[in-house]
Every structure is written in C-alpha cells, then in structure tokens.
C-alpha cells in the first residue's frame, strides 16, 4: 500500500507527465508543412493579441479543414505564446526552429530585432508584416525578411501626409506642432529618426511623449504635458493598454479627437474605451474590416461552428482579427507560391523563401481565395520586400471605423534615402554582414 | 548656464506662468499617490502580520477586478438584469472569493511552511503568484474588460474650475478614488489600532513566539490580513481598472509600491501612505517639469531616484525607527 508520501510524488509525477505531454507540439507527420505561430492571448498586450492570434490561426485552420491544407499538403500549427516578451520570443524561436518552420512570425518588433541575423544562417524566413526593421524591407540586403505592406517609416509618412492634405497642402506643416506618444521599446522607437527628419525638411515641431510598458495604464504625465505643449496633431505608435488608456486620457483633457492620429494597431475597443467622445479618432488601414466574405463565411463554417478554435465568435470581422487573417493569407500564399517554384509538396524555409520573394497577389487571385476587395494588391521583388503599398484612414464614429480617405501613400522620395542609410549603417554595425547570394526568380 | 538655467529656474517660473497646470500636476500625484498608497498597503498588511513580502499582492489585484467582472457577466448570462443589482451581487461574491483565497493561503502557502526562513516564505509567494495568473488566465482568459463603474454607481464625467486663465480638470471617478482611499486608510486603522483583533495582529507583528504564548493564533490573524489585503486589492483593481481596463498589465502598476514601501517603510501604515503621497506628486512633478530635460519619459525611475534619495538622510524610511544593535 502506497504511504502519503508515495501518493504525493506519485502525483506529482503524473502531474508532470501530464504537464509534459500537453505542452508538447503536435506531432508533424511526414507530409506535412510545419508553420509555427508566435502568439500572445496572455499578459499586458493580450488585449492586441488575442485578435490577432484567433484571425491567424483561423484562416490556416480553414485551409486544413476545407482544402486539407495547401496544394494537399496539411499545414502543422503550433502556437508559442511569448507574452510580447522577447526574452519569451527568442524562447519560442529555439523551440522551433529544429523543427524545420517554413516561416517564423514573431509579432513584436522587439522579437523581430534580434532574429533578423539568425534568419539567414537557420534558413528560415522572417514574416514581421507592417512590422520590424522598416529598413528591412531591401531585399538585396535582407533577402530573409519580409515585412509587407507597409514599414512603420511609411506609416509615418502616410499620416503626415494625410495631415498635410488636411491642413491644405504638406507646406502647411511648417510651423505647426506634431506630438508622437509611443510605447517606449523597439516598435515605437522605429519611426523617430524619420519624423525628426521630417521634422527638418517640413518644418514642424516634434514633440515626443514615450511611455514605458510599465507606464501603460498610467499616462496622466503624458498627457498633461500634451495639455500644456498644445501639438496641432498627435501620433500614437502603441499597443496592448497603451492604447485605449491613451484614448481615454486624450479624452480627459479635451483633446480633439479628429487630430488623433495612429498607426495601423488601435482596435474597436481601443477607440470605444474613450466613450462617445472618442468620435474621431483614426487610425490607418489597409484591409477590410467586417465579416462580409466569402474566405469568413468558410471560417465560420469550417471553424468555429466546428468549435475547432478558441475564438471567441464576437472577434470575427474586427479589425485586428482581419490582420490576423491577412497575415496568415501572405503565409498561404507563400507557401502556395513556393510549392509552384520548388516542384515541392512539402517545402521547405529556403523554398519558402523564393516563395514570398515572388508574393503577386491582384484582384483576380484575392477573388479565388474568398477575399474579394479585402485589400490592395501585393507584389514583391527580390529587391523589395515591402512593397510600400497605399494605405487608408479610417475614423471611429462611436460603434465603428468608417474609411474616411483614399489611398494614402508614403512619400518614398523621403522615406527612401533614409531607408538604404538605415540598411548601411545596420550592416556597417553588425560588421560581418554577407553579400546576398540567394538567386532571384524569374517571376520576381 | 543654460542648463542651471533650465533644471533651477525655468521650472518655477512655469508653475508660476501656469497655475492651473500646477493645480491639476499635484491633483494628478495626489491621485496616484493615493492609489499607490493602496497597493502598498496591500503589502505592508501581510508584512506586518508575518513579515512575508507578499510578491502576488499585483496578481491578487488583477484577480480580484478580473472576478468582481468576470462575476457580473455570469450572472447576466444567468438572467440577472445588467445594472447595480448584479454589480453589487458580484462585489459581494469577488469579497467571498478574496475571502476563500486568503483561507486557502494560510492552509496550503502559510501553515506548512511556518518556522521556515523568510525567504522561502517569500519564494512561496512567487508560486502564487504564478498559480494566480495561470488559473486567472484559465477562468476569465486573457482578454481584457471593461470595469463596470457605472453599475457600481461610481461617477463618471469630470468637474472643471477655471484658473488663472486656464482651468483644472478633475474626475469624478479620481474625487471617488481619493475618498473611498481615505476611508479605507481610516477604517483600517482604526481596525489594527482599535480593536481586538487588531492588537492581536501588532502582537503577531512583534513576535510570534510571544504572540503565541498568549494565546493569539496565528492562523486566524493570517487569515483575517490575508483577506484585509484582498479587500485592498479588490479596491484597487476597481480604481485602476476604472481609470483604463481590467487587464494582466494592471499587476505591472504594483511594482509602483515598491518605491513607496522603501520610503514608508514595510510595516507603517501611515508611511504608505505619507510614501505613496510623494511617490505620486514627486513623479508627476518631476515628469512634467523636469521631464522634457531628459527625454521625458522619467517617471518609471524618477520614483526610485526619490526613495532613493530620503534613504540618503533618513535610511530607516519615514516613520521606521532606528535599529541599534548591539554587537
């Protein structure tokens, strides 16, 4: 008979070899393409993430369960949460990467940073959409990075514009006051060398309000000195609680909301944390929002009413969750693209590689995946990564974001210079930076 | 010239250029303050009681906004009309779930590890901590929510005065905060200096061993502060939670009791609160005049540099006394 003692180490040890086996990935059978997923549903920034995840891994999902993958090859998900922690990330990244991933997606620019070296030598691509290193998006010298449809350096370009044209012409920005509240970390810091740049060549003022993660919930500071510097626009570069506690304290103190200006990441409920003030605030786009497509009919039905997911049913259509699903739609059509190329079912980074290097989605193809009108057409080169592909602005009425402008496109005649100054100067300080040799394609 | 100019000079003659922004400055850190002063009351309760640093104090935060909500929308799906009726159901059951935590603290954390070195007592709290994100995360997931004020009849909106040419906002639901703190702050006073239990408590805080042979026990007192810290958490999870969301980062705001327990001290009371008074306006202060000097930005260390730099004159914080031992 088993003492006290015994029965507590027995279960302890059943404990642990439960522990064991439920975090262990799935198996990834023979034929089948592994495509690891680096998620946050848990921490300070899952509020971001948690869409994010559900859309992406829902669309692959999709693919599996309606077209038993892609070009009949299963798709292995396996997700790792990092908490948008980097030393998590980098974790993750390890766990992984002997598992041969065809593509790593860290979402985080802080996890991105630190893989873009590792990815040349692992043979394994980097997929840091609108995200990252902006000067990554030049191939020639990141041929492993692909950070389509837009770098935060276009983002900043885009708003200024869209203010510019607001105002009555980019001229107009000469003497005004441009206030820019950022998470203080390696995403928010990315666009600052440009907007001071810009600051010189448009004559306006820059104003730079960081907060830290540890601040995100507490901006009063912040915001006070907004109050008293009184900018003619405010930026946001933020994430997680940075953002609807930034709308909430633009708000407290009366800031006009149509001057309220952020990148690509603020969600419904970042906007609506401001209560029916917030009317106004607005933020870039480049996709649909809703659940009016062909491509979410076939989620929902293959999906989430099989209850193969987490999601919960009232994120489908949400901005963010819709980022989810085009980012997983790059990653499809990568692999799609990359199966063509390399005459492979099961293929393999480098293939994966070539694949994205020959991404050309147009209408006609987003019409075939179900996702007719969802967004622009994205086509990149072995020189361009990126493709600095148009934007739009959208507004926040009080229940949702309406589009409130055409195509907002960076001024690349700016963002350009700095861009391969940017890519010299990394280069230069990584000091050993190989010459690419990876062939380009002829579709490229 | 310039820079003495800027950091000795420049300040004041904003303050005096601006009062209203002066006025709404100190409103700001006496809000914070307040609100810190919460926290680290949190931690000085459960210090106090059994010299533990209570590293879950954060999480017990989080974990009792995320249950006071997680409740209401229960017992909404349950057919509870949405409203006070169903917010002060759920109050009442997140103070029993606090209630039942503290219980299971001092059975499953305290009560094995009594006579155990401080620092395992203290590593025992890392482990709940853990445990509290894990099964918070499990029960209510990790998306965040909406802090149900309203429901609460906590006000919402703001009043103005103008002044000077400019105005001063304040919140109501910062006025409510600064309030229900102040009251809370009293009561528990009066409750540890007051009552029996209370007594019980400082005897505990003295020592154990004398606290024993007089019959106190120890088990109960633990239960009672465990739970007196829940209820502070619970309170400040509402205060926070209103001011932004109920969400994981709110355990992040916690660390900000750090810099007011090296000021106050681990064991006063009025020292949290007298700390997290000049934690509070310190940091907004310094963020928003001295701030711009340095990159802004300066407020997740200016608090330290403050406690730091009271320890310099007075190393046994604000109302510690001085320890002399004689070797």
């Known amino acids: 008979m088993l003492g006290l003692r015994n029965i507590k180490t027995t279960m302890i040890a059943a404990a642990l070899v439960a522990g064991t086996v439920a975090t262990s990935p799935p198996a990834t059978a023979q034929e089948s393409i592994y495509v690891p997923l680096f998620t946050y549903r848990t921490g300070p920034f899952s509020g971001s993430g948690i869409y994010i995840a559900e859309g992406m891994r829902d669309y692959l999902e999709m693919l599996n369960q309606r077209d038993g993958g892609i070009g009949g090859v299963k798709l292995a998900l396996e997700e790792c949460e990092t908490g948008y922690d980097t030393k998590k990330g980098l974790e993750c990244y390890e766990a992984v990467k002997d598992k041969k991933p065809v593509v790593i997606n860290p979402w985080s620019t802080g996890i991105t940073l630190p893989l873009i070296p590792r990815a040349a030598v692992d043979k394994v691509p980097v997929l840091s959409m609108a995200y990252g290193l902006s000067a990554a998006a030049i191939g020639d010298t990141f041929p492993w990075i692909f950070n389509p449809p837009a770098t935060y350096w276009d983002g900043a370009s885009m708003i200024l514009n869209y203010i510019g044209e607001k105002e009555g012409g980019i001229d107009k920005l000469k003497g005004k006051t441009i206030g820019y509240i950022y998470l203080d970390a390696g995403f928010g810091k990315e666009p600052i060398p440009l907007l001071e740049q810009l600051a010189k060549d448009y004559g306006y003022t820059l104003k730079l309000y960081p907060v830290a993660a540890t601040e995100m919930q507490n901006q009063s500071s912040q915001w006070l000195n907004v109050r008293r510097d009184r900018p003619d626009y405010m930026i946001m570069y933020g994430w997680g609680a940075l953002q609807p506690t930034a709308v909430k304290e633009a708000v407290k103190i009366n800031y006009p909301m149509d001057k309220f200006v952020s990148i690509w990441w603020a969600s419904e409920d970042d906007a609506a944390a401001g209560g029916p003030q917030s009317k106004g605030f607005k933020v870039l786009n480049w996709h649909a929002v809703g659940d009016n497509l062909p491509a979410i009919a076939d989620i929902k039905k293959h999906v989430t009413d099989k209850n193969l997911t987490q999601t919960d049913k009232s994120h489908i259509g949400k901005v963010l969750y819709n980022r989810g699903i085009y980012n997983s739609m790059l990653i499809a059509e990568g692999i799609r693209n990359a199966q063509k190329l390399s005459g492979k079912k099961v293929i393999t980074g480098e293939d994966m590689r070539r694949g994205l290097e020959t991404l050309n989605i147009d209408a006609a193809r987003y019409k075939e995946m179900g996702l007719e009108g969802f967004a622009g057409p994205v086509k990149l080169t072995c020189a361009d990564h990126n493709g600095h592909f148009a934007t739009y602005m959208q507004e926040w009425d009080g229940s949702k974001y309406v589009k409130v402008s055409g195509d907002l496109k960076a001024s690349m005649d700016k963002v350009s210079p700095l861009m391969n100054a940017a890519a010299k100067e990394y280069t230069e300080k990584a000091g050993s930076w190989p010459k690419r040799t990876e062939a380009c394609d002829k579709a490229s | ?327």
């Open chain 2, 1 to 327: 010239m310039d820079i003495l100019y800027k950091i000795f000079i420049d300040p004041f003659m904003q303050m005096g250029g601006a009062p209203d922004l002066l006025v709404q400055t100190l409103w700001e850190g006496l809000v914070a303050g307040m609100l810190y002063a919460l926290i680290a009351l949190g931690f000085v309760l459960i210090f106090k009681a059994s010299g533990v640093f209570n590293f879950a104090q954060g999480i017990m935060v989080v974990f009792a906004a995320l249950t006071l909500v997680g409740v209401y929308d229960l017992l909404r799906g349950a057919g509870v009309p949405s409203g006070w009726l169903a917010a002060y159901l759920a109050l009442a059951i997140a103070l029993g779930v606090m209630g039942i935590l503290a219980f299971a603290v001092e059975r499953v954390v305290l009560r094995p590890l009594v006579n155990q070195p401080d620092i395992i007592l203290f590593m025992a709290t890392f482990g709940l901590t853990y445990f509290l994100i894990g099964f918070g995360e499990f029960v209510f997931g990790g998306n965040p929510k909406r802090m149900i004020a309203g429901e609460l009849n906590l006000p919402s909106g703001a009043v103005e005065f103008k002044m000077a040419g400019g105005f001063v906002a304040m919140q109501k639901i910062d006025i409510a905060a600064v309030l229900i703190v102040s009251v809370m702050v009293a009561g528990l006073s009066f409750f540890f200096q007051r009552t029996r239990i209370g007594r019980a408590l400082r005897a505990v805080a003295d020592s154990h061993k004398a606290a024993l042979s007089v019959g106190i026990s120890l088990e109960q007192i633990w239960v009672v502060v465990w739970f007196a810290a829940g209820i502070v958490a619970l309170t400040t999870g509402i205060m926070w939670g209103a001011r932004s969301e109920v969400s994981f980062s709110l355990q992040i705001i916690a660390l900000k009791a750090l810099p007011v327990l090296i000021l106050g001290g681990f064991t006063s009371i009025p020292g949290a609160i007298v700390g997290g008074l000049i934690i509070g306006i310190g940091e907004k202060l310094g963020e928003f005049y001295w701030g711009p000097l340095l990159g802004s930005g300066i407020e997740s260390w200016l608090a330290y540099f403050i406690a730091l730099l009271f320890l310099l004159f007075r190393p046994q914080g604000l109302f510690g006394e001085k320890i002399i031992e004689r070797i």
